[in-house]
């Protein structure tokens, strides 16, 4: 069995579905005769740790942690933290408006910080993990970001050590969607492009969880770049789905959602609907699980429908995995920025296994768009468009009210036939991964 150091910052993991792939890797990559050994940092900056995550790696792998000094405990003195696991938190990387401490904090962040906060970790990973390795074999290393400063670390292991290293990149970097809003002085900028290009020239290998990311990172180095997608796991959706008899109409979002990310339009569709139809508006269930940032919540309310809104807050995994599944239709709203159009969430993988109707808010030429187009799971409606409800077995592109599609008994709609799942898999992918650390070795 070869071994593989893997340096993630997300450890135990949160309930994302980006941050659960080295988790779900873990779990399956052993099969592939592939045993991971995590370093992570012992105490990190986490809001949320999902524990059931953690019971899913198998006891024989070994994780290694040690102590970071991050600078979040002066940032929230400063700036308030406030917790609220039911309602709401400002997301402050991103487009919207800012209060002058805000933005301060912004700048402090942006420029002190390169590439993140977690840069002070790297030299002493590097020197620690340059000791342990001295006495310990592992054939390759992964470091997964963002944080990109994970990167950073593997970058120096692969020089010093000569490792076969892979850098997984479950987000671009001078592409993210919110790069153009960091408030950085013109050398700060240049700096994150020369860091990112020390990176993917290092590499023996680049992945990247996207196609359109995959081509831009292709675009800016010669080493090999991989398109490794995140998934589902295939246990997580076994046997059947939670059995309804309330006759509710439930839309469902998990995950974050982000002011930046509000879909206005179909609020107001939705009002909309309830004025006309009295029995929809008492039908009407709009659940929102996890962290929901408050202009979400305050446009919702706004528009009258208080009475259908279900602030269910953070949820284990598997909670969050019976919300999807009970689901009469499933919103996947992305983020309201150009860049955004080459991103596939991670939590569209897990929508898709949902077997439920998915309604995409975005970029209608986006990858996220043609993964629902593939595997026929649901449909993306443009960020200037009015949505539709679509119910029923079919998703039809606009006019149907729920009022006028067939039901089951329990109030909710069948299930979808999907394209091309077996490709999505965790399973799949964590064999995917292993042809490519052979192929390195």
Not at 7 to 28: C, D, L, M, N
Not at 141 to 166: K, Y
Not at 297 to 302: L, N, P, W
Request: aromatic fraction near 8%; proline fraction near 9%.
């Amino acid at each position: 069995m070869r071994r593989v150091l893997v340096i993630t910052y997300y450890w135990p993991p949160t309930g994302g579905s980006g941050v659960q792939r080295w988790v779900k890797f873990a779990k399956y990559l052993p099969a592939e005769g592939w045993k991971p050994v995590i370093y992570t940092p012992e105490n990190p900056e986490q809001l949320v740790v999902d524990e059931s995550l953690a019971a899913e790696v198998p006891s024989g792998i070994g994780v290694i942690k040690t102590h970071i000094s991050e600078p979040y405990g002066i940032y929230h003195k400063l700036v308030g933290k406030k917790s609220d696991a039911k309602g709401a938190g400002l997301n402050p990387i991103n487009s919207q408006k800012k209060s002058l401490r805000q933005k301060l904090m912004l700048w402090v962040r942006s420029n002190l910080f390169v590439p993140d906060p977690r840069r002070g970790w790297v030299k002493p990973s590097v020197k620690f993990l340059r000791d342990w390795l001295a006495g310990h074999t592992v054939d390759m290393i992964v470091t997964t970001g963002p944080p990109q400063s994970m990167h950073l670390i593997g970058l120096e292991l692969h020089r010093a050590t000569g490792i076969p290293w892979v850098a997984d990149f479950r987000d671009p970097w001078t592409k993210m969607f919110f790069f153009k809003d960091l408030p950085m002085l013109p050398f700060v900028r240049r700096k994150h492009f020369r860091l990112e290009k020390a990176v993917l020239d290092g590499a023996s290998a680049v992945v990247s969880v996207s196609p359109l990311v995959r081509d831009d990172f292709a675009s800016m180095t010669d080493t090999p770049v991989h398109l490794i997608t995140n998934g589902f796991d295939a246990e997580d959706f076994a046997g059947p789905a939670p059995e309804r008899s309330d006759g509710e109409f439930r839309i469902v979002h998990t995950g974050l959602f982000a002011s930046d990310g509000n879909p206005l339009l179909l609020w107001d569709e939705l009002a909309r609907l309830c004025r006309e139809d009295a029995a929809f508006a008492k039908r009407l269930r709009i659940r929102l699980a996890g962290k929901v940032d408050r202009e979400i919540v305050d446009a919702i309310r706004a528009r009258g429908l208080s009475d259908n809104l279900v602030l269910l807050g953070y949820l284990p995994h598997s909670e969050s995995v019976a919300e999807l599944r009970s689901a009469d239709l499933v919103l996947l709203p992305l983020r309201q920025s150009p860049e955004y159009r080459k991103v596939l969430p991670g939590k569209i993988f897990e929508c898709i296994a949902s077997g439920r109707p998915v309604l995409g808010i975005g970029d209608e030429d986006g990858a996220a768009a043609a993964l629902l187009r593939e595997t026929g799971a649901g449909i993306m409606v443009g960020w200037d468009k009015t949505p539709s409800v679509p119910v029923g077995e079919d998703i039809p592109p606009s006019g149907v009210r729920p009022s006028d599609s067939p039901h089951h008994p329990s109030g909710a709609v069948p299930p979808l036939p999907c394209r091309g799942r077996e490709s999505l898999s965790r399973q799949a992918l964590a064999k995917k991964m292993a042809e490519l650390f052979n192929s390195l070795v």
